[in-house]
């Protein structure tokens, strides 16, 4: 009859019959694999080149020397190798990359225009002439009048007692209205109008853009490259309603033509400083190349990422930047605004212009390179562009368009411009700025160079891993032993493979 177990042989665990049981418990720890035995077995059966013939006993003491030798060489290549791939990544390299890129169409980008004259001389009533002769240098600051203003033909410069200065205004009902001055307009073979064209204030003063996107309009795109694809207008820049010039200031020019800006729909015109001249008498052709530009953030470039910080616009863009900054910088300095800078704040009377505006715009543009710190966005649209130019009216077109247009042929070339904005192709060009090290290729390059130096791998650093783990378990083993407190329940069991 076999006897149940009692509580109390339960909890002290099997029964021992006798002491010559607890001798194979002391024999089967002595199984347990040592330091020596475990780093050995490593060793023999590990990937590393070179490594098992350090310890081999075929091996001479010679021979093991040189193996040692060569083995520490070859890893000390690697950590040089391996160090200088992480310094190298470290340092944030980037290459630029460029593309061209070709489309079923494209487009037009917009395009910015503006007399280089700001005020018509015939428009000038005698309040204006008050209120803003100073500014154009045709009176003294009192109000007096210089005598070479009689080229204006004014007797009484005496202002209407309602009259109340609107700077704002005053550009607007002064400047060359598009009506008179656009002759002739053709987008894609299409005839446009003034219409078309949309009203910006610029330093220049009333100025006009083509396919602004503004108002809900659509943009418009082109369908090929070449003349006859894009925008073609002929203008008369009216130089018969050019202010005398007086003195030297910042309202009147020595020029004759217009001011061209050709941006994306996104940008502010910045055209006093990012335009270019067209000038009467002449055909213009304007080839334009659409270049994509994205760059990187830093560590690796330089760019603006993050959203711009303004109440006026919501793109960032180097000439919303600038135009901000300078908005603010007045605003500061002079308690004002010019006509073209955004925002509701009060603009700037003719006075303030001569006195303040004009010269801290001036200082500012010329000599401030710490005030108006600008990034470059990260992502920009720019239009390469090449001229060239013919000469407008030839002598057997002179009288045709004379009497078109019912001038004389002096005044066709001394005022009649034609502007031809066209794309050279339907391509645009990809400038890509891209990180030219990255983890990808530094785990790569430090794979490549242990194959190379010691035939390592991804799978032999995990037998590294596996032979510490072993080893860490041994310690444990002899600690527990160590303390005395060692039994087949209490360590762990390690025994021989």
Known sequence: MVEAP??????????RQNDSQETPVKKSSSLKPSLKEITVSFIMRTKI?????????????PQRVIWIMAFFVCVSLLCTWSWNR???????????????????????????FCNKNVFRASTLTKDDLYHSGYWMDLMYPNHTVMEKSFLLD????????????????MMGRLGHQLEDMLLECRFRGETCTYKNFSTIYTRYGKCYTFNSGLDGNPLLTTLKGGTGNGLEIMLDIQQDEYL??????????????????????????????????????????????????QYLPPPWGDCKSTPIDSEFFSTYSITACRIDCETRYLLENCNCRMVHMPGTSTVCTPEQYKDCADPALDFLVEKDNDY????????????????????????????????KFNKTEQYIGENILVLDIFFEALNYEKIEQKKAYEIAGLLGDIGGQMGLFIGASVLTILEIFDYLYEVSDGFKLLKCKTLNTYSMYSCPRVYKW
């Open 86 to 112: 992480i310094l190298y990544l470290m340092s944030y390299p980037a290459i630029t990359k460029i593309y061209m890129v070709w489309a079923h169409n494209m487009s037009f980008p917009a395009v910015t």
């Open 154 to 169: 004014f007797n009484n410069y005496s202002p209407h007692p309602d009259y109340r200065i609107n700077t704002t205004e």
């Open 244 to 293: 005398p010039v007086w003195g030297e200031t910042d309202e009147t020019s020595y020029e004759a033509g217009i001011k061209v800006q050709i941006h994306s729909q996104d940008e502010p015109p910045f055209i006093d400083q990012l335009g270019f001249g067209v000038a009467p008498g002449f055909q213009t052709f304007v080839s334009c190349q659409q270049q994509l530009l």
């Open 372 to 403: 108006c710190v600008c990034q470059t966005p990260c992502n920009m649209t720019r239009y390469g562009k090449e001229l060239s130019m013919v000469k407008i009216p030839s002598k057997a077109s002179a009288k045709y368009l004379a009497k």
């Open 6 to 15: 009692t509580a109390e042989s339960v909890a002290l665990g099997p029964p």
């Open 49 to 61: 080149h070179g490594l098992k013939f350090v310890f081999s006993p075929d091996k001479s003491k």
